[in-house]
């Protein structure tokens, strides 16, 4: 079954009925996500939950704030599910929900849960979707740092200073 469709008008991939993406000022729940990730054909669903530390780089942080170009960042959730299912086909679920809005030390920003037959490709497709979107999607976070000084970055940006 392909379970993403091309628009042949506008060259952009829709999502699959089995997927689920979602970009949001409300709190993310890791019981939901993972329950939308749940499948009877899963014998392993691999859960990745990015929090807000408390530093970057030894700089004390006290917040981030997020903010993200919705339309585009959906489109890119939905390339990395059509690519997990190209190189992962027996994948069941993809599931992204990205926060926007101001976070406080210890939420969660993003979630990524992959439902899979063997939890080897679960791993894998899992770390792929957290890898692409850092990387790809257009999403940025403002620090808020202890000494009041502040910077917006890209968060493809931050792995890519280490």
């Not at 409300?26 to 392993?44: E, F, I, M, R, T």
């Not at 299912?85 to 920003?109: C, F, M, P, Y």
């Not at 849960?113 to 490709?121: D, K, L, Q, T, Y």
Request: hydrophobic letters at 40%; a neutral charge.
């Amino acid at each position: 079954m392909n379970s993403l469709v091309s628009n042949a008008f506008t060259g952009t991939v829709k999502p699959s009925p089995e997927d689920n993406f979602a970009i949001t000022f409300a709190p993310l729940s890791l019981s939901k996500v993972y329950n939308l990730a749940d499948h009877p054909a899963n014998g392993a669903i691999v859960v990745m939950s990015g929090t807000v530390r408390n530093q970057t780089d030894g700089i004390p942080v006290i917040s981030l704030e997020y903010q993200a170009y919705e339309p585009m960042a959906l489109r890119v959730f939905y390339q990395i599910a059509a690519d997990i299912r190209q190189k992962w086909a027996d994948t069941n679920r993809v599931v992204i929900h990205h926060r926007t809005g101001h976070l406080q030390i210890g939420e969660i920003s993003v979630l990524v849960a992959v439902g899979c037959p063997h939890r080897s490709e679960a791993f894998a497709a899992c770390g792929y979707a957290i890898d692409t979107l850092k990387h790809n999607a257009p999403i940025w976070k403002k620090e808020h740092n202890r000494d009041g000084s502040s910077n917006w970055v890209s968060i493809g940006a931050c792995e890519l200073e280490k």
